[in-house]
Nanobody
Framework: VQLQASGGGLVQPGGSLRLSCAASGRTFSTIAMGWFRQTPGKKREFVAATFWTTGTTYYADSVKGRFTISGDSARSTLYLQMNSLKVEDTDVYYC???????????????????WGQGTQLTVSS
């Protein structure tokens, strides 16, 4: 499975942006996808995830109510709609996918099998 994230950019505080992640390859073998973010030198932080089978979504407390994760039924595209952006949302955002084998811990990046390259979000006035 190959993932490619896009949509990052410069946004003012309070603004909105939507990130996209295009998935290709054996996407049918994935059970979940998610978004993480990371500042250089820090641990990769969970943002949001969706479990394909049930459509259940999960969010970090820091983004709950502001961010919305969604995807298409073909599991080929994942989105992260980000509203009411804050300066502290500035980061490099990564999309990830979990295959259908092995343990999955929603907020643990080590349990995701596939990663896209990051896309930079900068929230600044």
């Amino acid at each position: 499975v190959q993932l490619q994230a896009s949509g990052g950019g410069l946004v003012q505080p309070g603004g909105s942006l939507r990130l996209s992640c295009a998935a290709s390859g054996r996407t049918f073998s994935t059970i979940a996808m998610g978004w993480f973010r990371q500042t250089p030198g820090k641990k990769r932080e969970f943002v949001a995830a969706t479990f394909w089978t049930t459509g259940t979504t999960y969010y970090a407390d820091s983004v709950k109510g502001r961010f919305t994760i969604s995807g298409d039924s073909a599991r080929s595209t994942l989105y992260l709609q980000m509203n009411s952006l804050k300066v502290e949302d500035t980061d490099v955002y990564y999309c990830a996918a979990k295959s259908n084998f092995g343990t999955w811990r929603i907020q643990d990046p080590t349990t995701y099998n596939y990663w896209g390259q990051g896309t930079q979000l900068t929230v600044s006035s």
